[in-house]
């Protein structure tokens, strides 16, 4: 087994993305399962994220994977809110993050600050949006492999984007037939450029107007559907099953947990508009900014299952989300500062559930805080356990491990 120091270190840089960070975090733990020394990049602001929401020790690593941190560039800013993606991506386009990422590699290079189990850094991959780490790389004489996290047609237009903005085929046009068979006629001119004639067009499913553009130059087209083949037989069925009433379909559940959802949800959501046969609701582990509870779950007539935990909601809990006639799941847990409405600590929510089936349990609450001291709690919190006692019997499942307030 080689030691520390004969070991490939590999410093990786994500873009501060979802989708980036967990493409390069696979191949993060595919390196280190051959045998690689990882060190993974985050920036301050998704580190803090994730360590609020995984766990202050979710981070930890391992001996050889080992997770860094460098700025942003951007002012401090509260983990629980959504950071602006333009900010960021000015910010990076400055190279702001250059020298801290500098600096950081210099340090992964020198043992006396990173440590005789670090080995020094043989190459670094990096998101191919932080084009800084390449610079970074040249002044250390560091090897950087560009990791494009993109479909490989993505990579291509972000490759191919300034020729084709110099000869002025995109943005596309209202009508893209006219510029397309323009080049397809000056691919053909065999006296104005050194290629043989075209002899077949190879087109995206969604650019309908080359199969006129075809039709017209007597050029056969080949209908390429980048979709998979269940989601093009959608599109290719989709006016029988409309014609046979099979569709749209009703959505009854919906689990958007831990989606890295952000900000506030406004009371004209989409989502309230949507899905009026929803049933279940799962919400939780996402970052809502302490935005309030809308009143407009009560648009969901037919839900069963409202899951809002770790929602990070503010405010009072609105009355008409326990007049849901058929709801009999409600999980507010790990929401500390959430209150109940007013008129809510009178019983009235609940007797209204247990009067709608005495023979069967309705009702299940979630209610969870967590003080710093038990001996502190105010007489509301001891007030709130009272007032639900009496219903105990009629309710499925409860767990009040805390109540609400202080």
Request: hydrophobic share 40%.
């Amino acid at each position: 087994m080689a030691v520390n120091g004969d070991k490939p270190h590999v410093v990786c840089m994500p873009y501060p993305a979802q989708s980036h960070m967990k493409a390069m975090l696979k191949l993060a733990k595919l390196l280190h399962h051959e045998g690689f020394h990882i060190t993974f990049v985050n920036t301050e602001y998704y580190h803090k994220r994730f360590l609020r929401v995984r766990g202050p020790n979710s981070l930890d690593g391992l001996p050889d994977f080992r997770f860094e941190t460098i700025p942003d560039g951007l002012p401090p800013s509260d983990p629980s809110a959504p950071q602006d993606m333009h900010s960021l991506l000015e910010s990076i386009r400055k190279n702001a993050l250059e020298a801290p990422f500098l600096s950081l590699v210099s340090k992964l290079n020198d043992s006396s600050a990173s440590g005789p189990d670090v080995p020094p850094v043989t190459c670094i991959v990096s998101d191919g949006f932080m084009s800084f780490t390449i610079t970074a790389g040249e002044d250390l004489g560091i090897p950087v492999i560009v990791l494009y996290t993109l479909s490989a047609c993505g990579f291509m237009g972000f490759y191919q984007f300034r020729n084709l903005q110099e000869k002025g085929l995109t943005p596309l046009k209202e009508n893209a037939l006219e510029p397309f068979l323009s080049l397809v006629s000056n691919l053909n001119d065999t006296s104005a450029l050194d290629v043989p004639p075209v002899t077949c067009i190879v087109s995206d499913g969604f650019m309908s107007f080359t199969v006129t553009a075809g039709e017209g130059l007597g050029i056969p087209v080949v209908v390429f559907f980048t979709l998979s083949a269940c989601g093009f037989m959608g599109f290719y069925q989709f006016r029988n099953l409309l014609e046979r009433g099979l569709t749209p379909l009703k959505v009854i559940g919906l689990d958007l947990s831990c989606s890295w959802l952000q900000g506030a949800i406004h009371p004209n959501n989409s989502l309230f508009l949507s899905f009026p046969h929803l049933q279940k609701l799962n919400l939780a582990y996402n970052g809502f900014s302490m935005s309030h509870i809308p009143p407009e779950f009560a648009r969901f007539p037919e839900l069963t299952h409202l899951d809002l935990s770790h929602y990070e909601v503010s405010g009072k809990v609105p009355l008409e989300v326990f007049f849901l006639n058929k709801l009999v799941s409600l999980d507010l847990s790990f929401n500390s500062d959430l209150t109940l409405e007013e008129g809510t600590s009178s019983t009235k929510p609940f007797e209204h559930k247990a009067k709608l089936d005495k023979q069967q349990p309705t009702y299940m609450l979630l209610f969870q805080i967590q003080p710093s001291n038990t001996e502190t709690l105010p007489t509301s919190f001891f007030l709130q356990i009272a007032f639900l006692a009496p219903f105990l019997n009629q309710i499925d499942s409860v767990k009040i491990a805390w109540c609400f307030t202080y």
